[in-house]
């Protein structure tokens, strides 16, 4: 397993909510040296300065200033999302069937469903709990970190048809179950039981909560050769991993270098803490306020910058070949994936993906260009809703994936080194 790979795999397995991934993130930075600025205060910033602010705890941002910044200091900036296709638990959630404890829960994303069938899933997020200060409840991390659920399939021998395919319903066939009643347990608050007494609160303290089911599964290598990587939340942890390593490696001398890890990309970012409103506006202001120049300095800097909007991608499939685009597809193991798309539903700006094309010639970085075919309607990325909000010339990369938004995603070991040569490369020319 490269050096790579075992990193991205330890980030996976503590990384289990978009809560857990920013707390993650603020380790890795903090040991680095970076300097936490609340957001919601006035900045004085240093030349050669390192650091970031979590606006809301599933959203993180990560900045270096240049040791010598210039009279316009242009921008570069490399996004990521924190969130991954799953289930969230209802506020009320216990539900029984004959003896069994079952959560309700809701469809998050768009899941494969029937491959969280037959699965170790755990649960992880931030609870809410009754403090002295009406306006700042008490918030706790939670992750169970054990199997605690799963979702059963029916037996081939009462679903015949089971091979031809059965859709599931989203509220009735993937609840998962937790449990048998006994006499210890009470079958109208037993998750909440479980929760209080993993937290060491009183039931009655728990105001709310944000919990979400997670595939337990262990990470692994796979192929003769080790050459794949199996896990999840490969979409899109892959990115943030690299992102935090570009960033941290940075040697910014001249130009204010940033990256952002936003919430809500898999159910339409439209949110305060998604890439879809003005918060990356108003952290940018923040920065260029906070090193002495105004807002038309700002402006005048987009016009001379670059984002990167980092994002899995697809590829080609070997069982589904006429699936993908005749000539301009993609393959596991041979490098980064610009996404190009004339629709605009990935960013495409032709001098941007030639500037990003000449920073991988120059990092030795492998990458290949990928098209939807021109039948096939792909999914949309950061990409062009942040260069709506910020008009900066913008490229959609990421790494290829099969299964994407299984339960368990595949990815070639090597592809996560080119991402994080490319995203290095990036921020040093």
């Known amino acids: 397993m490269n050096a790579a790979i075992t990193s991205l795999k330890e980030f996976i397995t503590e990384a289990t909510s978009p809560y857990h991934v920013v707390a993650k993130a603020k380790q890795i930075l ?23 602010t979590i606006p809301y705890g599933t959203t993180l941002y990560a900045f270096t200033i240049g040791n010598e910044p210039s009279n316009l200091p242009s921008l570069r ?16 959630p216990e539900m029984t069937e004959h003896s ?13 469903l029937n491959t969280w069938l037959d699965r170790p899933l755990s649960v992880a997020g931030k609870v809410c709990i009754k403090s002295d200060s009406v306006m700042n409840p008490a918030t706790v991390l ?11 399939n029916l037996a081939i021998h009462i679903n015949r048809e089971v091979n031809k395919g059965v859709e599931l319903n989203k509220q009735t066939d993937i609840s998962p179950i937790i449990g048998m009643m006994n006499e210890t347990l009470n079958k109208d608050n037993f998750f909440m039981e479980y929760l209080a007494k993993e937290l060491q609160v009183d039931v009655t303290d728990i105001l709310d909560f944000d919990l979400s089911v997670y595939c337990l599964e262990e990470p692994t290598t796979i192929g003769m050769n080790e050459e794949f990587f199996s896990s999840p939340r490969l979409d899109n942890l892959t990115s943030v991993v690299a992102c935090l390593k570009g960033i941290i490696n940075d040697e910014n001398e001249r130009d204010i270098h940033v990256i952002a890890l936003y919430d809500n990309e898999e159910i339409g ?5 998604g890439a879809d409103s003005s918060l990356t506006n108003l952290l940018l202001e923040k920065i260029y306020t906070g090193i002495g120049h105004g807002r038309a300095s700002m402006y005048n800097a987009y016009f001379n910058s670059l984002i990167l909007s980092v994002d899995v991608a697809h590829c080609l499939h070997p069982n589904y070949t006429a699936k993908n685009d005749p000539t301009s597809y993609c393959e596991l193991g041979k490098g980064v994936v610009f996404k190009l798309d004339s629709t605009q539903k990935y960013a495409y700006d032709t001098e941007a993906v030639a500037i990003l094309e000449q920073i991988c010639m120059a990092h030795n970085a492998k ?13 949309s990325t950061l990409g062009t809703m942040i260069s709506s909000w910020i008009p900066i010339k913008t490229v959609d990369i990421g790494v290829p994936l099969l299964a994407m938004h299984s339960a368990r995603e595949l990815m070639g070991c090597q592809d996560q080194i080119e991402l994080e040569k490319t995203i290095e490369g990036f921020f040093k020319e």
């Open 367 to 379: 990458y290949q260009k990928f098209v939807n075919r021109s039948d096939i309607i792909g999914g």
């Open 100 to 112: 069994y404890l079952k959560i309700n829960t809701e469809a998050y994303g768009g899941s494969i």
């Open 30 to 52: 903090n040991t680095e040296g970076f300097t936490e600025l609340p957001f919601g205060t006035t900045w004085s910033l240093e030349n050669g300065g390192r650091y970031y």
């Open 269 to 273: 970012s439209r949110t305060k803490q």
């Open 77 to 92: 900036i490399a996004t990521a999302h924190t969130d991954h296709p799953c289930f969230h638990i209802k506020p009320f």
């Open 142 to 152: 939670f992750d169970a970190q054990v199997p605690l659920l799963t979702i059963p």
